[in-house]
């Protein structure tokens, strides 16, 4: 099959995936809702359109990496959306982290088009997304995942079928559960140590050495003590993820005591207005509670 791969959101994941895409020799249409983000990516040699249908109809796989689930819906099925402009035989692949249940039910409708579609949630962060080492977990059926494999190793190093449609979703909320919990841990270790006058760069040094080493605490450890808030991924999208989480875990009547301490203090830094900051401002709300600041502003 010789691709002509559609994009659709350009974010902060989006972006680096599409050019990737570009670098390793993709012809790329690209449609973004704020129309300013696709420039550099038609400065690259992608071409611009006007709607995800016109996308659809330019492209024989068509790739969505947006916010939430409503988003997906309304960009694959909603007016000028992709199934208006999808030819049969085409392939969807939505990267983004949604609902399993909209993922296996947008699935069903595409099918009913002819249409095949792969839910292929990534994980690795901003950094794995501009490096090409993103792991990606996919759900839908294996043929359609072995044809796409050239696509997917395109943008990540790690890329694992896990079955049928949804079963990619649900692989992505079980590493949310172990991202936001491992959040947590690095936030109290940082400030116990800061009240108790450690080097907190020593502290990292020799931690990131050791068995208390993570993504976490090698790549937002840093930010933490810099006091860079940036956003890589922001709260807002993690509390997204967490809500799916705890849908999905009341669904099978799963109790995650844990995860759900932690969206509470994700809410701590949202009602202190930091829901567009990276998830690393969750030092914001143990800060708070501890009555101590990490950094001296
Ligand atoms: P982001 O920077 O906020 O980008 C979201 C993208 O979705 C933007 O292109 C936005 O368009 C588009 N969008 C949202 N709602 C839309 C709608 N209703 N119609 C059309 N376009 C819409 O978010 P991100 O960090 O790239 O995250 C994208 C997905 O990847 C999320 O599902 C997130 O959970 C997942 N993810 C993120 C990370 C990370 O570290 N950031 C890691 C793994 C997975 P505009 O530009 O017009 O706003």
Redesign the pocket.
Known sequence: MEFKIGFI??????KPMAKNLIKAGFKLTVW???AS?MKELIDMGAEGANSPKEVAEKSNVIIT????S??VE??ILGPSGVIEGVKKGSIVID????SPKVAKKIAKKLAEVGVEMLDA??????IGAINATLSIMVGGNYETFEKCLPIFQALGKRVTYMGPNGNGQITKLCNQIMCVMNLQGVCEGLILAAKAGLDLNKLLDVLTGGAANSWMLSNLGPKMIKGDMEP???IA?QQ??LRLVLETAAELNVPLPGTAIVQQMFRVAEAEGLSEKGTQALIKAMEKLAGYKLTKE
């Open positions: 959101g350009l974010g902060i994941m989006g973004n809702r704020t983000k990496m947006l916010t939430d409503p988003d309304e960009v990267m983004s982290t949604i949630p990534v994980t690795g962060g901003e890589g991924f922001k999208t997204k993820d």
